[in-house]
């Protein structure tokens, strides 16, 4: 039986479970690269190229869960798409850079 390192061994999801456990996965990674960016004293013990590339691994972590999120939500897509073949799939729109959110009083 071989053994799966959570942190550093890559991900391949394929199925929709597959895809939940890589968030999850990817999740913890982020989280535990994120910590030395919350102490101050690891963080000053750092170089600056250091601090580059914990700083970069953290993003890329970042970004790779948005990848995982984004298959979640394919995978729930494709299912509803399959079990309800009568709903027509809708794109979502998005708020352009000029139309007011929100505005204090």
């Not at 601090?51 to 494709?78: C, F, H, P, Q």
Request: hydrophobic share 40%.
């Amino acid at each position: 039986m071989s053994t799966f390192n959570i942190l550093k061994d890559p991900l391949q999801p394929t199925t929709f479970g597959q895809q939940v456990d890589a968030l999850i996965i990817a999740n913890i990674r982020m989280w535990h690269a994120q910590e030395i960016l919350f102490d101050l004293d690891a963080l000053n013990a750092l170089s600056k190229d250091g601090m580059y590339s914990t700083l970069k691994y953290a993003t890329w972590l970042n970004l790779e869960r948005n990848v995982y999120m984004d298959g979640t939500d394919g995978a729930i897509v494709e299912h509803l798409a399959h079990v309800h073949p009568s709903v027509k799939q809708q794109v979502a729109t998005t708020t352009t850079s000029t139309e007011v959110i929100w505005e204090n009083s």
